[in-house]
């Protein structure tokens, strides 16, 4: 029970409203970080964040109505509802069901948004008041583009979001996402403005930025050097690893079958991939993370917010 004393004119101090920059990988394993005990794997700017912050380690999704998983995880983390409580299979998020970034634009946040939304276009345009270089839909397929150039919309108010309007981009999907977030950011400080960003806010209002990376979700096609990263022989397996599985649970050649070949003849490569596409997820995603401050990310090289130990590597 809370009691409220009346005739109480001192007002409670203002509450500081942190900023919020949400990076969401794409598909990535649980046993894909260094930090949290993969010996073989190099994820410096993952590891930092292990040890600067929290790690939940028996986090899961609780699943999904059909394949594409991450649409309904978006909307569990958009909105606090649990599986149960979407709207039918979680790809739509209706406006009754109102998201984190709309409650924080209430409260004087402002919202940008950038890389990959599996949901409706309209409650993206809901979520954010500004954003670039957003990818709807469930993945990079390569007759789209694939990671390399990936088929990407400016924002866009309406909530239209026209398929006229996307075009193909010239940089892999990480670099794309990584670098709209980074002019955001910039342009907050006083930097070169950009139609990415809000008019008329600065540093001293809060922010709330969801960067939505489309990797390490297939297709398998990291860049050089990271595909080269990791040989094969180097790359333990799972003790309940198969070649393929024990029975025919009728899908049993599906997309990544399609993709990389048959199970059974690249045993290993598909853990190689999963790997090179996650370290090349990690230096592209997170080094935004290399500037203290926004005052110091906007005066820093792009280059030189790249961890040291993958400058190095290059």
């Known amino acids: 029970m809370l009691l409220f004393a009346g005739g109480c004119t001192t007002r409670p101090p203002e509450v500081e409203r942190p900023n919020v920059l949400i990076l969401f990988t794409d598909d990535q394993r649980f046993d894909t970080i260094h930090a949290l005990g993969n010996e073989v794997i190099r994820t410096p700017n993952m590891d930092r964040l292990v040890a600067e912050g929290t790690a939940f380690t028996r986090a899961h999704i609780p699943g999904g109505m059909h394949g594409a998983l991450c649409a309904p995880s978006r909307a569990m983390l958009m909105t606090g509802r649990s599986l149960f409580e979407l709207h039918e299979t979680g790809d739509v998020i209706p406006a009754a069901h109102v998201m984190l970034p709309e409650y924080l634009a209430a409260a004087g946040y402002e919202t940008f948004g950038t890389g990959k939304w599996h949901n409706n276009r309209q409650a993206y345009a809901r979520a954010f008041a500004a954003g670039d270089n957003i990818f709807f839909g469930g993945m990079h397929w390569p007759a ?24 193909p981009a010239p940089q892999f999907s990480s670099v794309m996402f990584a670098d709209a977030a980074i002019q955001f950011l910039r342009s907050r400080n006083g930097g070169a403005a950009s139609e990415a960003s809000s008019a008329g806010r600065d540093n001293a209002t809060p922010f709330f930025a969801y960067v939505a990376f489309s990797s390490p979700h297939d297709p398998r096609t990291p860049p050089a050097p990271y595909d080269a990263w990791y040989p094969s022989e180097t790359v333990p397996l799972s003790v309940s690893f198969k070649p393929e599985h024990p029975f025919d649970n009728g899908e049993l050649r599906v997309r ?30 997170l080094r935004l993370l290399g500037a203290r401050s926004v005052a110091e990310l906007a005066s820093v090289p792009l280059l030189d917010l790249v961890d040291p130990a993958y400058r190095e590597a290059v």
Not at 259 to 281: E, I, K, S, W
């Open 144 to 167: 789209d583009g694939g990671h390399e150039h990936a088929l990407l919309n400016p924002f866009d108010s309406t909530g239209a979001f026209p398929k006229a309007d996307r075009a």
């Open 256 to 285: 990544d079958e399609m993709l990389l070949g048959l199970v059974n003849t690249m045993p290993v490569g598909q853990v190689v991939h999963d790997f090179r596409r996650v370290v090349y997820a990690n230096p592209a995603a």
